[in-house]
């Protein structure tokens, strides 16, 4: 998934690579696992270094952009594996990654079957995160909150709404699937054309949606973007439209031809752990994935996890499908 977050967060994040990446290979058994990533990764040194010292596996953790290139890159590079473990493909492009064979099978105990998204175990479900449209409630200025898609496109929240290009960015195709899901292959350009009309601004990717055009952070004038159902708990006086959302999962694979892919299944399973999973949520704001684990506060209040988890279309269908929705999106919207 991903994922960007607020201003807070990438700062927290910038911090947490850095952290991360300066860990030295010398554990007990001087083992080391590289974990190839996306862009918003998180975790914080203290875990890292305790998990180093119960398993004597240090992690270097290698970011690579967002989801959509890194399985690029998992797939282009296939033929020579740049790492022993990837995080970060998501469920846009899970059926990509796995009908190039980029991973081998494993199951943790500790999967969550859930969201098993084939019955080789090659992929494990580590975390959720729901795409939402995010509202502004005092840049409205007075105007009553839209509920749906449908309303989005009612002339009252004209030149209101800031979107992410589908062609460039994560949310941007989660925001762009979610309209597929929700009003049909024979209706969603209809939809597009629509929101074109009533000025719906495209940018390239979430950053400079949510911090420079939303108004919600004090600094754009839209009061509607596409976001996460969890950036609330960062940014007082919004909310997110439950109606609107579209699961993401995001996943983690041991890769085919891992040089330590024994140490692979051991970072895998630290992954699903009751501590890991517990500090997903504060560092990169996403759901855990594990039964059981309790949010925030401030999420629980502002933040909750939206209720519908069929919210996202099959896996096949998406990776049959996506680049022509986006190729039709390109000439409908861009044009």
Not at 58 to 87: C, H, M, W, Y
Not at 94 to 115: C, G, M, T
Not at 172 to 178: E, K
Not at 259 to 266: E, L, P
Request: hydrophobic share 35%.
């Amino acid at each position: 998934m991903r994922r960007a977050v607020v201003a807070l967060l990438v700062l927290v994040t910038a911090a947490g690579c850095s952290l991360a990446t300066e860990q030295k290979p010398s554990g007990p058994q001087g083992q080391k696992v590289t974990l190839v990533t996306h862009d918003s990764f998180n975790v914080r040194k203290e875990l890292l270094d305790e998990f180093q010292r119960t398993s004597g596996i240090t992690v270097e953790v290698r970011k690579s952009g967002d989801a959509g290139a890194l399985t690029n890159q998992l797939v282009l590079t296939k033929a020579n594996p740049i790492g022993d473990i990837a995080f970060g493909v998501d469920s846009t492009f899970a059926s990509r990654a796995l009908n190039e064979n980029v991973f081998q099978a494993y199951q943790s105990p500790d999967a969550n079957k859930r969201y098993q998204v084939d019955d080789t175990n090659r992929l494990t479900a580590v975390d959720i995160g729901d795409v939402c449209v995010n509202v502004h409630s005092s840049g409205l200025k007075g105007v009553p909150e839209p509920r749906s898609f449908e309303d989005l496109a009612d002339p009252k929240y004209k030149d209101m709404l800031v979107v992410e290009s589908p062609a460039t960015s994560s949310p941007g195709l989660a925001f762009l699937l979610g309209t597929v899901m929700h009003f049909g292959e024979n209706g969603w350009k209809d939809y597009w054309t629509r929101l074109k009309a009533n000025g719906v601004k495209v940018v390239s990717g979430w950053e400079e949606a949510y911090n420079q055009e939303f108004s919600g952070t004090g600094k754009g004038t839209k009061p509607l973007v596409v976001s996460y159902a969890s950036s609330p708990a960062a940014t007082p006086d919004t909310k997110a439209l439950l109606d609107t959302c579209y699961r993401q999962i995001e996943y983690a694979g041991v890769i085919q031809g891992a040089k330590n892919a024994d140490g692979a299944k051991k970072v895998l399973d630290f992954m699903l752990s009751q501590q890991f999973q517990s500090e997903v949520p504060d560092q990169m704001y996403v759901y855990p994935v594990r039964e059981g684990v309790a949010l925030p506060e401030a999420w629980q209040k502002s933040a909750p996890l939206p209720g519908d988890p069929e919210a996202t279309l099959p896996a096949q269908e998406v990776d049959r499908d996506r680049e022509n929705w986006v190729n039709q999106w390109r000439s409908l919207v861009q044009g």
